[in-house]
């Protein structure tokens, strides 16, 4: 990697962690002439190049360099001339199932490419709005998965720990914002394309209510279903892209005027917990159930039966809509079928063996299902689901590629279906640095109160800040949480201060652990262990460089051991854990809240 591409990904780092120029902040920039539409594409141009050396496959083309500050300085005449631009200089992508005019357009399929006669009804509205487009990005090929490794392009992979996959199917747009490449970037959404990726990558995703947004020069994946959505930091950018894009297109025949249904948010669905589904996830579990607390801020939270919606979603692979993906896909399937990623063709080409009597039942059934979907919204004024119950690395998710992306779309498959409105937002961060999401659910036209609630659920769940991007392909620095021996100025500090640790910060574990002294452990050290029936425990937490953790956790000697704690804060750190036989004799001193506490009254 060069110099200045170091230099430039440094910077993007930490904006990332900081908190970047937005949608808004960029736009106002430019209005106001504190900076200029080129300048901010020149910006734009450095970061994607520098980033190229370590995600070049997150794009499938991109606009020349010369188009991209052509395109600049022609927004920088307009607000000269008093145009009146809400989205004045804002870089932004565009999936490649998008038409975009003068890029090509792929899905994805090589085989499959074609050049657009015009630009996608939402992109002219970008653009006549003063956005600038810089490239088009990779996908699932033909929007189908949730995971973002079926492309001839490469595989996208999580912006903050390249292990793990990055989501899809809208996985490069996922990317391009969360790298802090552009402000915002168009993704679509079918079962979930635009909520999973959001979740992993620490970002909004919004997926507006059917037919609010035009999806003329959009690559059908289930045309009757499909949405065009936007990736942004905040939920205020995406309302300000949403308010220049939503709008009803004549020409779409699936558009529909805008209406918008308030919530009064008293009463919030949550699924029964015998029926939520983690596969084997505690973390997500953990993360989810802290999120219910903020929300329980906002409205009474209700369990309700997943049932119905599961039924729902089922039909969305074993239904119908199968049918209506081969039909979309007919004419590749037909002429070149090879030139299908293996696993997509195995998705689709079933469809074609669907009769015409069970493609009405599964119509007349799905009928049913959102009858049942629309009464709920009686009891309820909106859901509040996981995104995804866990994530996979891109090596567990290539090894079984149809069973763990089923799972990534366990609660997101039946919005579309049963015409839902959908705000996918963080809600914490894992201890591998990906993100957890949960998604708020609304019925038809709730947009732009889902955007409401979502304010109102930050604003409670106060976040931590988003980690730092992986740039090498490895986690650059390792926190650890420290409780008894190793805290400052205690007998085992040495071994951090030897290995260059800094200093975090003192902080609390979540209410979920109790602390033993050890009987006959030399020097005194503690024993912490998970419990539902525990309280907060002080600790310290390090930062140490990835080999430097890898010396400590050597020396760490049984029967402790290094794990995963959650601090106070819903964030997951590594840190000291015990097996079972370390409370053999040992004291319970959980109620002194920390070593500290136990030494001085032991002096």
Known sequence: MSGPAITALT??????????????????????????????????????????????????????????????????????????????????????????SGLETTAACPAFAYEPESDADVVARLLAAGAICVGKTNLDQFATGLNGTRSPYGIPRNASNLAYVSGGSSSGSSIAVAAGLVAFALGTDTAGSGRVPAAFNHLIGFKPTKGRWSTRGLVPACRSIDCITVFTDSTADARLVDRVVAGFDPADPYSKPLADRPLALRRIGVPRREQRVWFGDGESEYLYDQALTHLAALGEIVEIDLAPLLEAAQLLYGGPWVAERTAAMAGILASNPLAVDPTVRAVVEPGAAIAATELWNGIYRMADLKRHADLLWNELDMLAFPTTGTTYRVAEMLAAPVALNSNLGLYTNFVNLLDMAALAVPAGIRANATGFGITLIGPADSDRALFDAADAYLSAAALPSTPPLDLEGKMQTVKLAVVGAHLKDMPLHWQLTSRDAEFVGAFETAPNYRLYAMADSVPPKPALVHSADGAPIKVEVYELGVAEFGSFVVDVPAPLAIGTVTLADGSSVKGFVAESRALDGAEDITSLGGWRAFVARAA
């Open 11 to 100: 910077a993007t780092a930490t904006a990332t962690a900081a908190g970047r120029l937005g949608v808004q902040d960029i736009a106002a920039a430019v209005r106001g002439g504190a900076t200029s539409a080129l300048a901010v594409a020149q910006d734009a141009l450095a970061r994607i190049e520098a980033y190229d050396a370590v995600q070049p496959q997150i794009w499938i083309s991109r606009a020349s360099r010369e188009d991209v500050l052509a395109a600049a300085s022609a927004v920088d005449a307009r607000v000269a001339a008093g145009e009146d631009l809400p989205l004045a200089g804002v870089p932004f992508a565009v999936k490649d199932n998008i038409d975009v």
